[in-house]
């Protein structure tokens, strides 16, 4: 079964950077649109960024600037870079592959970020 799983996560301190990336077995990920979400502790889960399989991206207004979604495809992964990271940035960051219509998106187990002031 395909899963998906995220990577890169940690601690670091405020105003340093991170880099995630979300990998997979076989094509999932190159074939599909993929997008990364967060969930802080007690909040739901927002979105972030998503890039459709032809590289296309779109970003919450909140994310624009620090956050950069990108394919890698000769590693098959999709990235997340993220600088200048703040406290409230602390969450646990999900990777998804959307599938379409008529089926739900397959998630990532997540990667606990953790930003310290």
């Known amino acids: 079964q395909v899963q998906l799983v995220e990577s890169g996560g940690g601690l670091v301190q405020a105003g340093g950077s991170l880099r995630l990336s979300c990998a997979a077995s076989g094509s999932i990920l190159s074939s599909n649109g993929v997008g990364w979400s967060r969930q802080a502790p007690g909040k739901q889960r927002e979105f972030i960024a998503f890039?459709?399989?032809?590289?296309?991206?779109r970003y919450a207004d909140s994310m624009k600037g620090r956050f950069t979604i990108s394919r890698n495809n000769a590693k098959n992964t999709v990235n997340l870079q993220m600088n200048n990271l703040k406290p409230e940035d602390t969450a646990v960051y999900y990777c998804y592959a959307a599938r379409g219509e008529l089926l739900s998106p397959l998630w990532g187990h997540g990667t606990q970020v953790t930003v310290s002031s």
């Open positions: 890039i459709t399989s032809g590289g296309a991206t």
